[in-house]
Protein backbone atom coordinates (compact mmCIF):
# COMPACT_ATOMS: atom_id res chain seq x y z
CA UNK A 1 0.00 0.00 0.00
CA UNK A 2 1.85 3.45 -0.93
CA UNK A 3 1.39 6.69 0.40
CA UNK A 4 -1.35 7.86 -1.31
CA UNK A 5 -3.79 5.02 -0.64
CA UNK A 6 -2.70 5.30 3.27
CA UNK A 7 -3.62 8.73 3.67
CA UNK A 8 -7.07 8.05 1.87
CA UNK A 9 -7.94 5.66 4.09
CA UNK A 10 -6.70 7.76 7.27
CA UNK A 11 -9.32 10.50 5.66
CA UNK A 12 -11.95 8.21 5.21
CA UNK A 13 -11.82 6.61 8.71
CA UNK A 14 -11.51 10.23 9.89
CA UNK A 15 -14.36 11.18 8.73
CA UNK A 16 -16.30 8.47 10.01
CA UNK A 17 -14.62 9.39 13.60
CA UNK A 18 -16.54 12.63 12.83
CA UNK A 19 -20.07 11.56 11.78
CA UNK A 20 -20.45 9.84 15.52
CA UNK A 21 -20.44 12.80 17.75
CA UNK A 22 -22.83 14.63 14.76
CA UNK A 23 -25.18 11.75 15.06
CA UNK A 24 -25.05 11.77 18.75
CA UNK A 25 -25.61 15.77 18.79
CA UNK A 26 -28.72 15.32 16.61
CA UNK A 27 -30.24 12.38 18.86
CA UNK A 28 -29.46 14.43 22.46
CA UNK A 29 -31.46 17.68 20.42
CA UNK A 30 -33.94 15.40 19.47
CA UNK A 31 -34.87 14.47 23.47
CA UNK A 32 -35.93 18.20 23.91
CA UNK A 33 -38.99 18.17 21.67
CA UNK A 34 -40.03 14.91 23.04
CA UNK A 35 -40.34 15.71 26.34
CA UNK A 36 -41.87 18.70 25.39
CA UNK A 37 -44.40 17.21 23.78
CA UNK A 38 -45.27 15.13 26.56
CA UNK A 39 -45.16 17.38 29.13
CA UNK A 40 -47.62 19.90 26.67
CA UNK A 41 -50.15 16.28 26.55
CA UNK A 42 -49.83 15.75 30.51
CA UNK A 43 -51.07 19.30 30.63
CA UNK A 44 -53.56 19.62 28.14
CA UNK A 45 -55.11 16.03 29.81
CA UNK A 46 -55.69 17.70 33.05
CA UNK A 47 -56.92 21.31 31.78
CA UNK A 48 -59.50 19.11 29.07
CA UNK A 49 -60.69 17.33 32.28
CA UNK A 50 -61.37 20.05 34.38
CA UNK A 51 -63.25 22.27 31.70
CA UNK A 52 -65.47 18.97 31.47
CA UNK A 53 -66.10 19.50 34.99
CA UNK A 54 -66.75 23.26 34.74
CA UNK A 55 -69.02 22.87 31.64
CA UNK A 56 -70.95 20.44 34.23
CA UNK A 57 -71.61 22.40 37.31
CA UNK A 58 -72.31 26.09 35.11
CA UNK A 59 -76.23 25.24 34.90
CA UNK A 60 -76.20 24.00 38.79
CA UNK A 61 -75.46 28.02 39.54
CA UNK A 62 -77.99 29.31 37.28
CA UNK A 63 -81.92 28.82 37.18
CA UNK A 64 -82.71 27.12 34.14
CA UNK A 65 -86.27 25.93 32.73
CA UNK A 66 -85.64 21.75 32.87
CA UNK A 67 -86.02 21.85 29.10
CA UNK A 68 -83.13 23.87 28.17
CA UNK A 69 -81.31 22.51 31.42
CA UNK A 70 -82.11 18.83 29.95
CA UNK A 71 -80.90 20.04 26.67
CA UNK A 72 -77.49 21.34 27.81
CA UNK A 73 -76.66 18.32 29.60
CA UNK A 74 -77.36 15.75 26.72
CA UNK A 75 -75.13 18.31 23.84
CA UNK A 76 -72.56 18.45 26.91
CA UNK A 77 -72.64 14.87 27.76
CA UNK A 78 -72.05 13.86 23.80
CA UNK A 79 -68.88 16.78 24.21
CA UNK A 80 -67.60 14.94 27.16
CA UNK A 81 -67.55 11.53 25.18
CA UNK A 82 -65.78 12.96 22.53
CA UNK A 83 -63.37 14.55 24.29
CA UNK A 84 -62.96 11.41 26.34
CA UNK A 85 -62.38 9.44 23.48
CA UNK A 86 -59.34 12.45 22.68
CA UNK A 87 -58.41 11.74 26.52
CA UNK A 88 -58.01 8.08 25.80
CA UNK A 89 -55.67 8.46 22.70
CA UNK A 90 -53.82 11.15 24.03
CA UNK A 91 -52.88 8.64 27.11
CA UNK A 92 -52.09 5.73 24.54
CA UNK A 93 -49.89 7.84 23.03
CA UNK A 94 -47.99 9.12 25.89
CA UNK A 95 -47.98 5.08 27.59
CA UNK A 96 -46.41 4.20 23.83
CA UNK A 97 -43.42 7.00 24.22
CA UNK A 98 -43.06 6.82 27.96
CA UNK A 99 -39.95 4.67 26.80
CA UNK A 100 -38.33 6.83 23.70
CA UNK A 101 -35.85 9.18 24.31
CA UNK A 102 -34.33 10.14 20.83
CA UNK A 103 -32.01 7.00 20.81
CA UNK A 104 -32.40 6.41 17.42
CA UNK A 105 -33.91 7.19 14.27
CA UNK A 106 -36.09 5.02 13.51
CA UNK A 107 -37.71 5.91 17.47
CA UNK A 108 -37.97 9.61 16.21
CA UNK A 109 -39.40 8.70 13.23
CA UNK A 110 -41.99 6.61 15.27
CA UNK A 111 -42.58 9.19 17.80
CA UNK A 112 -43.36 12.13 14.71
CA UNK A 113 -46.27 9.27 13.11
CA UNK A 114 -47.76 7.97 16.33
CA UNK A 115 -47.79 12.20 16.85
CA UNK A 116 -49.48 13.21 14.03
CA UNK A 117 -52.22 10.26 13.78
CA UNK A 118 -52.71 11.79 17.71
CA UNK A 119 -53.23 15.35 16.18
CA UNK A 120 -55.54 13.77 13.50
CA UNK A 121 -57.80 12.29 16.63
CA UNK A 122 -57.75 15.59 17.99
CA UNK A 123 -58.51 17.57 14.79
CA UNK A 124 -61.43 15.46 14.23
CA UNK A 125 -62.55 15.62 18.03
CA UNK A 126 -62.71 19.47 17.26
CA UNK A 127 -64.63 19.33 14.03
CA UNK A 128 -67.57 17.70 16.29
CA UNK A 129 -66.90 19.56 19.20
CA UNK A 130 -67.50 22.99 17.23
CA UNK A 131 -70.60 22.07 15.68
CA UNK A 132 -71.74 21.22 19.67
CA UNK A 133 -70.84 23.73 21.46
CA UNK A 134 -72.63 27.03 20.31
CA UNK A 135 -75.76 25.07 20.40
CA UNK A 136 -74.75 23.98 24.03
CA UNK A 137 -73.82 28.24 24.43
CA UNK A 138 -77.49 28.58 23.03
CA UNK A 139 -79.02 26.34 25.41
CA UNK A 140 -77.69 27.74 28.48
CA UNK A 141 -78.10 31.26 27.77
CA UNK A 142 -81.67 31.14 26.52
CA UNK A 143 -83.08 28.99 28.93
CA UNK A 144 -81.53 30.82 32.00
CA UNK A 145 -84.85 33.45 31.47
CA UNK A 146 -81.89 36.36 31.74
CA UNK A 147 -81.05 36.75 28.03
CA UNK A 148 -83.05 39.24 26.01
CA UNK A 149 -82.63 38.96 22.21
CA UNK A 150 -84.23 41.23 19.56
CA UNK A 151 -83.79 39.74 15.80
CA UNK A 152 -85.83 41.31 12.89
CA UNK A 153 -89.02 41.26 14.12
CA UNK A 154 -88.44 39.10 17.05
CA UNK A 155 -88.08 40.73 20.53
CA UNK A 156 -87.48 37.82 23.14
CA UNK A 157 -86.66 37.02 26.56
CA UNK A 158 -85.93 33.90 28.46
CA UNK A 159 -87.84 30.83 28.17
CA UNK A 160 -89.59 32.23 24.97
CA UNK A 161 -86.50 32.71 23.08
CA UNK A 162 -85.30 28.92 23.82
CA UNK A 163 -88.59 27.40 22.26
CA UNK A 164 -88.05 30.08 19.45
CA UNK A 165 -84.21 28.79 18.85
CA UNK A 166 -84.17 25.52 18.87
CA UNK A 167 -88.19 24.68 17.14
CA UNK A 168 -87.28 27.08 14.76
CA UNK A 169 -90.33 29.14 15.24
CA UNK A 170 -89.41 32.25 12.91
CA UNK A 171 -89.33 33.88 9.46
CA UNK A 172 -87.24 32.31 7.17
CA UNK A 173 -84.91 35.29 7.13
CA UNK A 174 -84.24 35.12 10.78
CA UNK A 175 -83.76 31.01 10.84
CA UNK A 176 -80.94 32.10 7.79
CA UNK A 177 -79.28 34.85 10.42
CA UNK A 178 -79.45 32.41 13.59
CA UNK A 179 -77.72 29.34 10.68
CA UNK A 180 -75.34 32.00 9.62
CA UNK A 181 -74.38 32.60 13.19
CA UNK A 182 -73.90 29.40 14.15
CA UNK A 183 -71.52 28.62 11.42
CA UNK A 184 -69.56 31.85 12.23
CA UNK A 185 -69.61 30.12 15.50
CA UNK A 186 -68.37 26.27 14.93
CA UNK A 187 -65.73 27.92 12.30
CA UNK A 188 -64.30 30.44 14.54
CA UNK A 189 -63.99 27.64 17.52
CA UNK A 190 -62.98 25.44 15.24
CA UNK A 191 -59.98 27.64 13.27
CA UNK A 192 -58.88 29.03 17.05
CA UNK A 193 -58.42 25.43 18.07
CA UNK A 194 -56.56 23.75 15.22
CA UNK A 195 -54.04 27.05 15.61
CA UNK A 196 -53.60 26.28 18.87
CA UNK A 197 -52.81 23.09 18.58
CA UNK A 198 -50.62 23.82 15.59
CA UNK A 199 -48.81 26.33 17.37
CA UNK A 200 -48.40 23.68 20.86
CA UNK A 201 -47.51 20.78 18.70
CA UNK A 202 -46.69 21.72 15.12
CA UNK A 203 -43.50 23.42 16.27
CA UNK A 204 -41.90 19.92 17.61
CA UNK A 205 -42.79 17.99 14.82
CA UNK A 206 -41.13 20.71 12.60
CA UNK A 207 -38.15 20.44 15.01
CA UNK A 208 -38.19 16.60 15.09
CA UNK A 209 -38.22 16.35 10.85
CA UNK A 210 -35.35 18.69 10.76
CA UNK A 211 -33.28 16.61 12.86
CA UNK A 212 -34.10 13.60 10.69
CA UNK A 213 -33.40 15.09 7.59
CA UNK A 214 -29.68 16.26 9.11
CA UNK A 215 -29.28 12.86 9.53
CA UNK A 216 -29.31 12.11 5.52
CA UNK A 217 -26.37 14.35 5.76
Same mark, same amino acid.
Given at each position: M? &??? +???????????DLSVPKNIKQLEESKLPIQKVRK????? /???QL??? /???????????????AKGLY? +???????? /?? &???IAKMTWFLNKTSTISGSSRDTVMGFIHDLKLTLEVYKTAIIAGSLILPLSVAALFSGSGKLHFS?????LGGEELFFKLFSLNMSPINIMICTLIYLL?????????????????? +???????????EFEV
Amino acid at each position: MN &LDE +IKKKMEAEGMRDLSVPKNIKQLEESKLPIQKVRKSMRSE /IISQLLII /IAFFTVPLMLEMNQMAKGLYF +ILQFITAL /IT &LLYIAKMTWFLNKTSTISGSSRDTVMGFIHDLKLTLEVYKTAIIAGSLILPLSVAALFSGSGKLHFSLGEIQLGGEELFFKLFSLNMSPINIMICTLIYLLMAAGIYYITVKWANGLYG +IHIDKLEETLQEFEV
